[in-house]
């Protein structure tokens, strides 16, 4: 699965954490998403570097989620199995390597930003797990402070959020990840608004200082 590394390398490179693409399968339609082990705080085994989590698209809430790595998977066989309804057979070794073999030409070598709503949707909720927030709707931006002399950064899931989300004032913070973007429920706000909320904290905060 060659393909895994490529599109690792093109994730790292770019500053994306994750991204999506359609898998089929015995008739079923999957959402994979592919996500970078080395952003999620999770048990360290350098033999994977991606987490991938199958969605059914037929019942998003029926999931596998497996590490990965150019060679193999990391799963439960018997749950494997059933997930993708794989009947036992005593070779199962050589059917999970047509397995790899068949998944790997749907691995695209980019990621893809023109996601369709679903996946957005699917996309951004998974982010918000990764960052503890369920908020969608982005109305400001925050300097983040320094805690004991050490500063704060904002976090790539928050990054990407606003990226995928909100990606005119993305690109305004860009390069500075001392900043992070704030969500709430709804009343998301217009760029422009909250550039010039910000700026008159800015000037506020420096008249207090």
């Not at 699965?1 to 490179?13: A, G, H």
């Not at 990391?74 to 050589?94: C, Q, S, W």
């Not at 749907?106 to 990764?130: C, D, G, H, K, S």
């Not at 990840?177 to 506020?204: M, Y």
Request: aromatic share 14%.
């Amino acid at each position: 699965m060659e393909n895994i590394n490529i599109l690792l390398t093109y994730l790292r490179l770019n500053g994306w954490h994750m991204t999506s693409f359609p898998f089929y399968y015995k008739k079923f339609e999957y959402i994979v998403l592919f996500e970078d082990l080395n952003n999620l705080n999770l048990t360290n085994d350098d033999r994977y570097s991606v987490l991938l989590t199958f969605i059914d698209m037929s019942d998003i809430n029926r999931r596998l989620t497996v590490k990965a790595n150019s060679f193999c998977f990391k799963f439960n066989v018997v749950e494997f199995r059933k997930f993708f309804n794989i009947a036992y057979t005593e070779n199962l070794g050589d059917v999970f390597q047509e397995f790899y073999e068949y998944f790997n030409k749907f691995i695209p070598t980019e990621a893809n930003q023109n996601v369709t709503n679903e996946e957005l949707q699917i996309i951004v909720n998974q982010l918000n797990r990764r960052d503890n927030d369920n908020n969608m709707c982005c109305y400001a931006v925050k300097r983040n402070p320094q805690i004991n002399g050490k500063q704060c950064h904002r976090t790539i899931f928050n990054s990407e959020k606003c990226r995928r989300l909100k990606p005119a004032l993305y690109i305004e913070f860009e390069h500075d990840d001392t900043i992070s973007f704030c969500f709430r429920e709804e009343n998301e706000l217009p760029v422009a608004e909250i550039l010039k909320n910000f700026a008159h904290n800015e000037i506020k905060n420096i008249k207090l200082s």
